[in-house]
């Protein structure tokens, strides 16, 4: 019997996971204590005296049983997503590719139905159906914020509602069963995933298959992605410990890759057990995962690399702060909350982050901080000697972009390693 925890929705508070949110184990290791972190969508304006403000404590567990890691505490969604926090669609260049790319591979190797129907969950502005509907599948997407008014206008189908029981119903009794559902980057964030996935395989027709997209433990492990700690994302999946939860629904993983959003993510696609064969992608990656060692002894180092990227950020920071230099940041994406305020960054170490000047965080303060958020000119106009990139994920793509558009100074990466890239210079 699946038991979920209690939920913390609704409650204005939070929840204490002190078990296992996949299998249900009380055997939970800590691995990593990040401190108590403000939510990343409560930015109070720039001039605001500095109100009482929550914080939570960000602590990493593994489970022993089943290896899933998660965080120990589930927030309320309402604080995390306040009334006034205007969603942003993801549709950057890389997402855009990543669905075009991800309905190319599902036709290649489902043999689809030019029929059959295809329902994303948490489908955003539509971006990924587009494809599908354009290859002449009937959709339907799930979306509970107004971006689904934005999907519907332009052509994709769109119920605007949260999902659970009642949206699946919803989903079958209109649209019928469905041949593909798609849940990207949405599968790590939702409290009570047991219901979810239920949800999910109740909506697939027999030999439907289910494909998900999640930020990869193992990237987070590997290129050092501490940032991406924060309390939207309630857990982190190895291939291992997503094929626990999904053998639990009667569900088989049939084919698994890497791909490289969100500095790192799995795709995995599942078919109720013995309707379809399993590729050989997934023995691969299974293999792959365990030719790193035992889970537990890679994510101690990892822990201990976390604190020595600390130090090391602090000393190249201050190295050039005695030396007279300018530091500006560049980006205020929510990972940037977490690097700030773990490695202790303030006003005058940054005296300030920029942003494209359209979105909602210029004018505020970077959460836990008096670091204001301003208009990304602000780097062009006073050309200060450093840029500390906060979206370092995509360093490469925004180095030459920064230079290009007449930034002189130099660029600093702040993980895995801290490094300075001259201006000029190539990472
Ligand atoms: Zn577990």
């Known amino acids: 019997m699946l038991t979920e925890l209690p939920r913390a929705a609704g409650t204005g508070g939070s929840v204490v996971v002190d078990r296992c949110q996949v299998c249900g184990s009380a055997d939970l290791e800590s691995v990593l204590f990040l401190g108590y972190l403000p939510p990343v969508n409560q930015m109070r304006a720039i001039g605001e005296r500095p109100h009482e403000q929550p914080a939570y404590p960000a602590e990493l567990l593994r489970c022993r049983r089943c290896e899933l890691v998660q965080l120990g505490l589930i927030v309320d969604p309402a604080i995390l997503f306040p009334p006034e926090y205007p969603y942003t669609s993801g549709t950057t260049r890389i997402l855009r590719e990543n669905f075009a790319e991800m309905q190319r591979e599902a036709a290649a190797l489902l043999g689809l139905a030019r029929k059959g129907l295809v329902v994303d969950v948490g489908s955003n502005d539509g971006t990924l159906l587009e494809n599908f509907r354009a290859a002449g599948h009937p959709v339907c997407g799930v979306e509970p914020t107004l971006m689904a008014n934005l999907a519907n206008e332009r052509g994709v189908r769109t119920i605007m509602s949260f999902f659970g029981p009642p949206a699946a119903s919803r989903v079958a009794a209109e649209c019928g069963r469905a041949q593909i559902v798609t849940a990207t980057n949405v599968f790590a964030h939702v409290e009570g995933v047991h219901g979810i996935v239920e949800s999910i395989v109740s909506m697939l027709d027999e030999g439907g298959v289910f494909i998900s997209e999640s930020h990869y433990l193992m990237a987070l492990i590997e290129t050092l992605q501490y940032d991406t700690i924060y309390h939207e994302h309630l857990r982190y999946y190895s291939l291992a410990s997503l094929t626990y939860l999904l053998q639990a629904h009667g569900l088989e993983v049939i084919h698994a890759k890497r791909i490289p959003t969100h500095g790192g993510s799995i795709r995995v ?82 005296p300030c982050v920029v942003e494209v000047k359209e979105s909602y965080k210029v004018g505020k303060y970077m959460p836990g901080t008096v670091i204001p958020v301003v208009d990304e000119k602000a780097l062009f106009d006073a050309q200060p000697e450093y840029a500390l990139l906060l979206s370092w994920h995509i360093a490469d793509e925004l180095m030459p972009k920064l230079a290009a558009r007449g930034f002189k100074g130099s660029f600093i990466v702040p993980l895995p390693e801290p490094r300075v890239v001259p201006a000029g210079g190539s990472a």
């Open 269 to 350: 696609y599942a078919a109720r057990k013995g309707t379809r064969s399993s590729l050989p992608s997934v023995q691969r990656m299974v293999d792959a995962e365990g030719d790193g060692g035992p889970l537990g002894e890679r994510l101690k180092a990892f822990t201990s690399r976390v604190a020595r990227a600390k130090l090391a950020l602090h000393a190249l920071l201050r190295d050039r702060l005695v030396n007279g230099a300018r530091m500006f940041g560049v980006g205020a994406p929510s990972r940037a909350s977490t690097l700030i305020n773990y490695v202790g960054l303030d006003r005058e170490l940054l």
